[in-house]
């Protein structure tokens, strides 16, 4: 009974393995189980009779709070975030895509195999352990000794929430079986509309743009550039050189730039959810505020350039499915994976790069000079978890878009370069030289064109490359040759050159009213 009450125990207080999806066992103290050993304990003291229906019935309820647990404590280790399974359910297909084009195949089938088999094995686990508790508390002695057992967990643990002392080594797991209450509240509260009629109205978006007007104006979300690429000295000096070159690419193209510090709205992934905090100006940190956003008839950035007679294009690379969603924004035209027609050697799971993108778009709506200006979205998808392969960058940008847009020996080498799971440090790095080569190596490109570039972080890298506790900060860029217009980002906390502060200025969704700001008078 003892090895059945322990694996029982840690079945549902283990923790993650950081940065892994391992787990290791703990010293705390499960109060699902203090229940249930009460519960069985009391069934028996009436003499009412424990069927083996029943047993397996516990047993199914077991393993789910076990599955819930691990989903629980990964998703916090490794995104940063709490997990809410109805609305990022829908996300796991196109995940497990993903890790499936680039892990090793022998982790996918393992991945998969791993998927089938733990299921049966917690059942049949669970099932064991509880039949050894049910034949003990058949025996009177055995049913008063866990009776009492549950019991004083239940009131030790009633006691620290009422803020008695207890001691250092009693502590308590988070319960499981709250989240899925949550859950299913969570359901019923979004089927019903009440959480789209909670949402509140947004802000009042409008600008001037006096301090734009005429120029083409970028905002690029570069995917996963977080703080901590410009505060971990792991990462932070390898790149010193690829951002000094780019200080100089701005420089030398007559243009200036200024830096600060936004909290995002997410972390380690769902970056749409910052997209959306910035350009509606509304704070949307879950998918159950974007969805409920996104059915309503909202203001947004995108269409206040629209009225201003700007043609508005998103460039959407790693958009593989159909996004009627798109329409809440007020694009004029979305350049997605489809759209954009790449032919040329694989990168990941999306094939893909943020180089072809750019021209690609470039050559359709920014090359021609008799034309309204443009306000472009640029989504990036080249510094995207797992970070490799990294695409070379090509300064011949008219190659970009040919039929062999590299060298052989180029491609080799990128395509050689494997992620290592549990160090994707380097990986990140390469990404952001990338990155920063290609934005540099645009500005260059159009060097004699009036252009005001955003460049904002959309989150943090996920934790494997941020580390535990890590901030939800991100940097943004601003990017132009108009000095008003940079004055008045001065004005609102940002500071010269390329470098942020540490302190954020302003959360993501705040950032717009800066930005509105900066455009010209409101």
Same mark, same amino acid.
């Given at each position: 009974?003892?090895? $059945?009450?322990?694996?029982?125990?840690?079945?549902?207080?283990?923790?993650?393995?950081?940065?892994?999806?391992?787990?290791?066992?703990?010293?705390?103290?499960? &109060?699902?189980?203090?229940?249930?050993?009460?519960?069985?304990?009391? &069934?028996?003291?009436?003499?009412?009779?424990?069927?083996?229906?029943?047993?397996?019935?516990?047993?199914?309820?077991?393993?789910?709070?076990? *599955?819930?647990?691990?989903?629980?404590?990964?998703?916090?280790?490794?995104?940063?975030?709490?997990?809410?399974?109805?609305? %990022?359910?829908?996300?796991?297909?196109?995940?497990?895509?993903?890790?499936?084009?680039?892990?090793?195949?022998?982790?996918?089938?393992?991945?998969? @195999?791993? =998927?089938?088999?733990?299921?049966?094995?917690?059942?049949?686990?669970?099932?064991?352990?509880?039949?050894?508790?049910?034949?003990?508390? !058949?025996?009177?002695?055995?049913?008063?000794?866990?009776?009492?057992?549950?019991?004083?967990?239940?009131?030790?643990?009633?006691? =620290?929430?009422?803020?008695?002392?207890?001691?250092?080594?009693?502590?308590?797991?988070?319960?499981?079986?709250? =989240?899925? $209450?949550?859950?299913?509240?969570?359901?019923?509260?979004?089927?019903?509309?009440?959480?789209?009629?909670?949402?509140?109205?947004?802000?009042?978006?409008?600008?001037?743009?006096?301090?734009? $007007?005429? #120029?083409?104006?970028?905002?690029?979300?570069?995917?996963?550039?977080?703080? *901590?690429?410009?505060?971990?000295?792991?990462? !932070?000096?390898?790149?010193?050189?690829?951002?000094?070159?780019?200080?100089?690419?701005?420089?030398?193209?007559?243009?200036?730039?200024?830096? #600060?510090?936004?909290?995002?709205?997410?972390?380690?992934?769902?970056?749409?959810?910052?997209?959306? !905090? &910035?350009?509606?100006?509304?704070?949307?940190?879950?998918?159950?505020?974007?969805?409920?956003?996104?059915?309503?008839?909202?203001?947004?950035?995108?269409?206040?350039?629209?009225?201003?007679?700007?043609?508005?294009?998103?460039?959407?690379?790693?958009?593989?499915?159909?996004?009627?969603?798109?329409?809440?924004?007020?694009?004029?035209?979305?350049? %997605?994976?489809?759209?954009?027609?790449?032919?040329?050697?694989?990168?990941?799971?999306?094939?893909?790069?943020?180089?072809?993108?750019?021209?690609?778009?470039?050559?359709?709506?920014?090359?021609?000079?008799?034309?309204?200006?443009?306000? *472009?979205?640029?989504?990036?998808?080249?510094?995207? $978890?797992?970070?490799?392969?990294?695409?070379?960058?090509?300064?011949?940008?008219?190659?970009?878009?040919?039929?062999?847009?590299?060298?052989?020996?180029?491609?080799?080498?990128?395509?050689?370069?494997?992620?290592?799971?549990?160090?994707?440090?380097? !990986?990140?790095?390469?990404?952001?030289?990338?990155?920063?080569?290609?934005?540099?190596?645009?500005?260059?490109?159009?060097?004699?064109?009036?252009?005001?570039?955003?460049?904002?972080? %959309?989150?943090?890298?996920?934790?494997?490359?941020?580390?535990?506790?890590?901030?939800?900060?991100?940097?943004?860029?601003? *990017?132009?040759?108009?000095?008003?217009?940079? %004055?008045?980002?001065? #004005?609102? @906390?940002?500071?010269?050159?390329?470098?942020?502060?540490?302190? =954020?200025?302003?959360?993501?969704?705040?950032?717009?009213?800066?930005?509105?700001?900066?455009?010209?008078?409101?």
């Amino acid at each position: 009974m003892s090895a $059945a009450l322990v694996l029982l125990n840690c079945s549902v207080t283990f923790r993650n393995v950081w940065p892994t999806l391992s787990i290791r066992p703990t010293s705390e103290i499960s &109060l699902e189980l203090a229940i249930v050993l009460v519960l069985l304990a009391v &069934l028996k003291g009436r003499g009412k009779f424990v069927s083996l229906n029943f047993v397996r019935g516990l047993s199914i309820i077991w393993s789910f709070l076990i *599955v819930g647990r691990y989903i629980e404590i990964t998703t916090r280790s490794l995104y940063g975030r709490d997990v809410n399974v109805y609305w %990022d359910f829908r996300h796991v297909p196109s995940v497990g895509a993903m890790f499936a084009t680039v892990a090793d195949p022998w982790l996918v089938i393992i991945g998969v @195999g791993g =998927a089938i088999l733990v299921p049966f094995v917690v059942y049949f686990a669970s099932f064991w352990a509880f039949t050894q508790i049910v034949n003990s508390v !058949s025996r009177p002695g055995s049913r008063a000794g866990l009776a009492a057992v549950g019991t004083a967990v239940l009131l030790v643990f009633g006691f =620290a929430q009422l803020g008695g002392r207890v001691a250092d080594g009693v502590r308590f797991a988070d319960p499981v079986s709250p =989240a899925y $209450a949550r859950e299913s509240f969570e359901f019923v509260y979004e089927m019903t509309g009440a959480g789209v009629a909670a949402l509140g109205d947004g802000p009042n978006i409008d600008s001037s743009l006096v301090n734009v $007007a005429g #120029a083409d104006v970028f905002v690029v979300f570069m995917e996963s550039y977080g703080a *901590v690429s410009w505060q971990e000295p792991a990462l !932070s000096e390898p790149l010193v050189t690829s951002r000094r070159n780019l200080e100089a690419d701005i420089r030398e193209t007559g243009r200036d730039v200024v830096s #600060a510090m936004v909290e995002s709205t997410t972390f380690g992934g769902e970056s749409w959810l910052a997209h959306i !905090s &910035l350009l509606s100006g509304t704070e949307v940190r879950d998918d159950r505020t974007n969805v409920r956003l996104m059915a309503q008839n909202r203001d947004t950035l995108v269409k206040l350039f629209g009225r201003n007679d700007y043609r508005t294009v998103a460039i959407v690379p790693g958009l593989l499915v159909s996004w009627p969603e798109g329409a809440f924004y007020g694009f004029d035209d979305i350049y %997605d994976y489809e759209r954009l027609g790449y032919t040329g050697p694989p990168f990941g799971w999306w094939s893909i790069n943020d180089q072809y993108a750019l021209a690609h778009v470039d050559s359709v709506e920014i090359s021609p000079r008799e034309r309204n200006p443009r306000f *472009v979205f640029f989504s990036t998808i080249s510094t995207h $978890a797992p970070f490799t392969p990294t695409p070379p960058y090509q300064e011949d940008w008219t190659r970009v878009l040919s039929a062999h847009p590299y060298d052989e020996v180029e491609l080799h080498e990128a395509w050689s370069d494997q992620p290592d799971w549990l160090n994707l440090g380097p !990986s990140y790095v390469k990404a952001l030289r990338y990155s920063y080569s290609m934005i540099g190596g645009y500005l260059r490109f159009r060097a004699e064109r009036d252009l005001v570039m955003i460049l904002v972080g %959309d989150h943090q890298p996920p934790a494997l490359v941020s580390g535990e506790a890590a901030s939800w900060n991100v940097p943004v860029h601003i *990017v132009s040759s108009r000095e008003a217009l940079l %004055d008045r980002f001065r #004005a609102n @906390g940002f500071g010269n050159g390329l470098a942020p502060n540490d302190v =954020a200025v302003a959360r993501m969704d705040s950032l717009l009213l800066i930005l509105l700001d900066a455009f010209g008078s409101r």
